[in-house]
């Protein structure tokens, strides 16, 4: 399983675009990059997933360069509900039992 | 998106005293289920593979008769926590994943606070 290496923290003001990035440089040509996001006191819930370029949904958008030894994690215009800890996970759900090892994450501020 | 629950949400107990906690996929069935366990201002720590039909599989260091895991059928594991004591105190997470999608759905948590 992957390692990876994200900013403990991070600050941000409503209304701007926060961008974490995570370090990953031993994923395995089979590994996705899956990010989640938790609040206190709750389960981390899955924000987006990508296995190489660029993803996006109605929440956020996932930038993947080439030699995937890295990803970005861009939240547009975010609020004061979008303070949380962000997880980035590398892996393989199925083939490796599913396990997800989650490192430290980015608590993210945003401030008003 | 799938759902899975988790039974407390919250629960006090006294030292040396079991405490059973569950976990429910709601619409999905999940032969396989997490178990982690997080403490403050820390990350989630896997501690176990709750597998359908057999015996669990614990990680390095979490002691397999403290921590029982039962998965007794596919859309229920449960942990009980044994004896349990101050430091036990922590909150505690399952997740499992979704056949045909490449990820997994959480549960809410359970705060055990041990007296």
């Known amino acids: 399983l992957a390692k990876t290496t994200q900013p403990i923290s991070m600050d941000s003001y409503e209304g701007q675009e926060v961008n974490i990035t995570c370090s990953h440089n031993n994923i395995a040509t089979n590994d996705y990059i899956t990010w989640y996001q938790q609040f206190p006191s709750q389960g981390p819930r899955f924000i987006i997933q990508?296995?190489?370029t660029k993803v996006t949904n109605e929440v956020a958008s996932l930038f993947i360069p080439a030699d995937r030894k890295s990803s970005t994690l861009s939240l547009p215009r975010v609020s004061l509900s979008d303070t949380a800890v962000y997880y980035c996970?590398?892996?393989?759900?199925?083939?490796?039992?599913?396990?997800?090892?989650f490192g430290q994450g980015t608590e993210l501020s945003v401030k008003p | 998106g799938a759902v899975v629950s988790q039974h407390p949400s919250r629960v006090i107990c006294k030292s040396g005293t079991s405490v059973k906690i569950e976990c429910r996929s709601l619409d999905f069935q999940a032969t396989t289920m997490f178990w982690y366990r997080q403490f403050p201002k820390q990350s989630l720590m896997l501690m176990a593979t709750?597998?359908?039909?057999?015996?669990?599989?614990?990680e390095q260091g979490v002691e397999k008769d403290k921590f029982l895991i039962n998965h007794a059928s596919l859309t229920l594991s449960t942990l009980t926590v044994t004896s349990a004591h101050p430091e036990d105190s922590s909150f505690y997470i399952c997740?499992?994943?979704?056949?045909?999608?490449?990820?997994?759905?959480f549960g809410p948590g359970t705060r055990l606070t041990v007296l």
């Open positions: 997740s499992a994943p979704l056949a045909g999608a490449d990820t997994q759905y």
């Open positions: 996970l590398v892996g393989e759900v199925y083939n490796q039992g599913g396990k997800l090892i």
């Open positions: 990508g296995y190489k």
């Open positions: 709750s597998n359908e039909g057999s015996k669990a599989t614990y």
